[in-house]
């Protein structure tokens, strides 16, 4: 191998430019355009969109599928009730280029789906929580118990008076909290609903599922005093009515004499 073909390997993968005069220039312009070239290894930023207005029956893989036609859907995360889990009618779709994700917002923005217009934006990156899309990845499972059922089924009595007791308890610190802040507002509110206890009359009877019976000497001496201090405080006299002696008949007078 000779010295020439040792110098001509390396310089061949050099270019070179056809006029010997414009070399410096262009060995210059092959430089520039080596530093604009992409990486092959560059990280894309994603890019998030807000999607309003979602029609019923448009869930996760619905909105993934659809949306896999602009570029990669890295994440979704449709809004739901905690209750019933029904879907809040918007969603957060997470795309692996940011400059995707503008194009969709400006796409899809008042398109027309299941009579419903969308509704579609852009999200900056600052703007974007990054609690976002915790648990966007597990698959959503329907509540076997939601609150609805919860709510409406059948209480025993003690579970009537606990619930009560909490509407009522909670009914109270607003009304504090009110007064606190200088708001004067009036409102019937639960404790309106709830039925006044009657007080207890001493001289009615007691029936047979209370909790003292009838005839106990606690219940007897209560009375007693009761009635003592009733006498004590009235100021009223008392009038005693003499009864009549009965008249003698006629006719037995008659039958004597004879």
């Known amino acids: 191998m000779t010295e020439s073909d040792s110098t001509s390997a390396p310089a061949g993968k050099n270019l ?3 006029d010997p005069a414009q ?3 262009f060995r210059k312009k092959v430089q520039e355009v080596k530093k604009k070239r992409p990486k092959k290894y560059e990280k894309l930023t994603p890019g998030v969109i807000y999607l309003g207005h979602i029609p019923q029956g448009f869930f996760e ?16 995360r449709l809004s739901r009730s905690k209750k019933t889990g029904r879907s809040k009618g918007y969603a957060f ?8 994700a503008k194009i969709v917002a400006d796409t899809m923005n008042n398109y027309l789906l299941a009579e419903r217009l969308l509704k579609c934006c852009f999200i900056p990156p600052e703007k974007v929580n990054p609690k ?34 909490k509407l009522l308890h909670k009914e109270t610190h607003l009304r504090k909290r009110l007064a606190q802040k200088g708001i004067d507002y009036d409102f019937p509110g639960f404790a309106a609903q709830v039925p006044k206890k009657k007080a207890a009359d001493m001289n009615t009877s007691v ?8 005839c106990t000497p606690t219940v007897i001496e209560r009375r007693k005093s ?28 008659k ?4």
């Open 207 to 214: 029936g047979s599922q209370d909790l003292t019976p009838v």
């Open 16 to 18: 070179l430019s056809l």
């Open 61 to 76: 893989p619905q909105i993934r599928i659809y949306f896999s036609q602009f570029g990669s859907v890295r994440r979704v």
């Open 93 to 100: 779709v997470e795309f692996e280029c940011d400059e995707v």
């Open 255 to 258: 039958a004597k004499s004879s």
């Open 226 to 253: 009761m009635k003592i201090e009733e006498g004590e405080d009235s100021d009223t006299e008392i009038v005693i009515k003499a009864t009549p002696a009965p008249k003698k008949s006629k006719n037995k007078k």
């Open 132 to 165: 976002l899309f915790i648990g966007s990845q597990t698959q959503f499972k329907k509540p076997s118990f939601p609150a609805v059922k919860r709510y409406n089924k059948k209480r025993s009595v003690q579970e009537r008076r606990k619930m009560t007791s």
């Open 23 to 25: 070399e410096t220039e």
